[in-house]
């Protein structure tokens, strides 16, 4: 008998990816084309105007003037050269239905046109005359 080694040499070995990156896209490829892509269906909406309302509180100052010709603007002493002031705060702050100007019987008739004049000067809202007891 023969006793012999077989003396092993390590050789280089080496895999070729090529063939299974060919393979890998041609499978890609095909899960692609052939997938159906489905669109969901949703509901229509149909949606209101962007603007937004806001709700304003409705007010109505009460002007009275007493018989020392003095206004008043709801319990407020103010002069004749502020209701114009005072009139655009008011419409600023909330929507003004309308507007009361009572007298005392005793003031002058002067006071009340300018009052008249300086309200209407500032808005166009209706005003109710009456006049006070005290």
Do not use: C
Not at 21 to 27: E, H, K, R, S, T
Not at 95 to 112: F, K, Q, V, Y
């Amino acid at each position: 008998m023969h006793n012999s080694k077989k003396v092993l040499t390590p050789q280089e070995a080496t895999v070729d990816m090529n063939p299974m990156l060919d393979v890998v896209f041609i499978l890609l490829i095909f899960f692609i084309v052939t997938a159906s892509f489905n669109r969901e269906t949703a509901l229509e909406l149909n949606r209101a105007d962007n603007t937004i309302s806001t709700i304003q509180p409705k007010i109505s100052p009460l002007f009275t003037i007493n018989k020392q010709n003095q206004v008043y603007l709801n319990t407020r002493l103010i002069t004749l050269e502020n209701i114009n002031v005072n009139i655009a705060r008011l419409a600023a702050v909330s929507e003004i239905n309308s507007i009361s100007l009572r007298a005392h019987p005793l003031s002058e008739h002067n006071t009340l046109v300018a009052v008249l004049n300086a309200i209407k000067e500032q808005t166009d809202v209706p005003v109710s005359l009456g006049e006070t007891l005290h």
